[in-house]
């Protein structure tokens, strides 16, 4: 039996060798269940559509994948789930969240647009409130902090010769500050989408939209771990993303009609917005300048220490 000894260790070494190996190459568990954030406001039709057709749940039961469907509308507690790994993707992230959250060194890569909605996003006040921006002064404003809405209302300050400052900016999210609005709550409201429609119906009134003060975007993003270890599963969300788009292409009316009974709007007043939204996944030169000029008034509103590279350290593509 002594023969045998001197092999032990050869053998030994020959197995750990082997799981080396085979370690530093194994590709990365499936996971049981994907975590997309589902958040319908302002008036986000793809994402409304893809979750009624069923299109993400299809993309993923041939791989007996879950989808798990969180509905997280605060753009800073979106990037504070993918940074503790609570999301997988962020289906629709303004890109102020996304550029603080990134720079805050939360792991989340944007790997495409969803929407660019200008006319969308308005500060808006009751038929007897405040008349303008300077009138803004000392009132109080509510609206939901750290997104694109709070970039609106401190770039409309920032054109007065105003700061967030000198108003009392109280946080708050969308269906909140509608309800505070028309209660008398507050002064006026960051407001998009639905709930806009909802104080225009009772009677307010817009004292600016972001066109020509913003240029408001929203994008898609991924946790950057998910994304190295299973490019595969994002493909298959981003196909499923593709499918909403043709839907809305190819039976824009039906798609509407989903879109106003999820947000509980007239179909009247869903084929009013349908046309202030661009919903072209792809990231243009222009929407590359857009997110740089968002990150240099994000540092020069004092709301952004650190900067990044933009096209770098933010974006990235899905491998094929």
């Known amino acids: ?124 006040t009751r038929a007897d409130g405040p008349d303008s921006i300077e009138a803004l002064r000392g009132r109080t404003v509510g609206g939901p902090k750290g997104t694109t809405l709070n970039q609106l209302l401190a770039a409309a300050l920032a054109a007065r010769r105003m700061r967030l400052a000198d108003v009392n900016y109280l946080n708050m999210d969308l269906a909140a500050a509608r309800a505070a609005l028309l209660a008398g709550q507050i002064d006026a409201a960051t407001l998009a989408g639905a709930d806009a429609m909802a104080v225009t119906a009772a009677g307010g009134r817009i004292i600016t939209t972001a066109e020509g003060v913003t240029s408001p975007m929203s994008v898609i993003a991924v946790r950057g771990a998910f994304l190295a270890e299973h490019p595969d599963l994002v493909r298959r969300y981003l196909g499923a993303h593709a499918r909403a788009l043709a839907f809305l292409r190819d039976q824009p009316a039906r798609a509407l009609d989903i879109a106003a009974a999820e947000q509980k709007l007239s179909p009247e007043d869903a084929r009013t917005m349908w046309p202030w939204y661009d919903f072209s996944p792809a990231i243009s030169a222009a929407d590359l300048r857009n997110l740089e000029a968002c990150q240099h008034f994000l540092v020069s509103a004092g709301m952004l220490q650190k900067t990044i590279d933009i096209e770098k350290d933010l974006l990235a593509s899905v491998p094929a």
Do not use: C
């Open 1 to 124: 039996m002594s023969h045998l000894l001197p092999r032990r260790p050869l053998l030994m070494a020959a197995m750990a060798g082997l799981a080396g190996v085979t370690g530093a190459h194994a590709a990365p568990a499936r996971p049981r269940s994907i975590r997309v954030t589902y958040v319908t406001a302002p008036f986000n039709v793809p994402l409304i559509v893809m979750r009624a057709n069923g299109y993400l749940q299809e993309a993923f039961a041939p791989l007996d994948i879950a989808v798990e469907t969180p509905v997280i509308t605060s753009g800073a507690a979106q990037f504070q789930a993918i940074a503790a790994g609570a999301i997988d993707i962020a289906s629709v992230l303004g890109d102020t969240s996304a550029i603080i959250g990134r720079a805050n060194g939360v792991d989340l890569k944007v790997i495409g647009a969803f929407s660019r909605s200008p006319r969308a996003f308005a500060i808006m």
